[in-house]
């Protein structure tokens, strides 16, 4: 959204909501992080997620700065999906976010998605969560 489309004073974390908030917002952020760009069927096929939500919470990550669309012309058409500086910027706030819910997830005794390991073997996450890693069979004993 655009600061006009703001009217009156916003809370912060109604701001950071409206741009982050939704069920796939920060995971599709993670994926182009990791994979450095994205292409919109190649992802649909690897998250269990609909084809409107998905191009849905593109469109609103683009439209708030955070991704950037770029669209070839060549025939197909290709089109990636790219984090813009803005995007790049919040990763470590979704990194101390991520490492912080497996942490309480496995304090409440909450079943962590197996998968949610897989693509989170950087150091940084494995350096603060390698014992409920290996607890989940994520990494080596």
Same mark, same amino acid.
């Given at each position: 959204? !655009?600061?006009? /489309?703001?009217?009156?004073?916003? !809370?912060?974390?109604?701001?950071? #909501?409206?741009?982050?908030?939704? =069920?796939?917002?920060?995971?599709?952020?993670?994926?182009?992080?990791?994979?450095?760009?994205?292409?919109? !069927?190649? #992802?649909?096929?690897?998250?269990?997620?609909?084809?409107?939500?998905?191009?849905?919470?593109?469109?609103?990550?683009?439209?708030?700065?955070?991704?950037?669309?770029?669209?070839?012309? #060549?025939?197909?058409?290709?089109?990636?999906?790219?984090?813009?500086?803005?995007? =790049?910027?919040?990763?470590?706030?979704? /990194?101390?976010?991520?490492?912080?819910?497996?942490?309480?997830?496995?304090? =409440? !005794?909450?079943?962590? /998605?197996? /998968?949610?390991?897989?693509?989170?073997?950087?150091?940084?996450? *494995?350096?603060?969560?390698?014992?409920?890693? =290996?607890?989940?069979?994520? *990494?080596?004993?």
């Amino acid at each position: 959204m !655009n600061s006009e /489309d703001f009217k009156n004073p916003v !809370n912060p974390y109604h701001y950071i #909501t409206h741009c982050i908030g939704g =069920k796939w917002k920060m995971t599709i952020l993670h994926h182009i992080h990791t994979h450095g760009s994205i292409r919109f !069927n190649h #992802t649909l096929r690897t998250l269990p997620i609909s084809e409107k939500v998905f191009s849905h919470q593109l469109r609103e990550l683009a439209e708030d700065g955070l991704v950037e669309r770029i669209q070839y012309n #060549t025939i197909p058409l290709k089109v990636e999906y790219v984090l813009t500086p803005l995007g =790049k910027e919040i990763i470590p706030a979704l /990194d101390i976010l991520y490492i912080w819910s497996i942490k309480q997830m496995d304090k =409440k !005794n909450i079943p962590i /998605d197996p /998968d949610a390991f897989l693509v989170h073997m950087n150091d940084i996450y *494995v350096s603060e969560l390698e014992d409920i890693m =290996k607890k989940n069979g994520a *990494v080596g004993e």
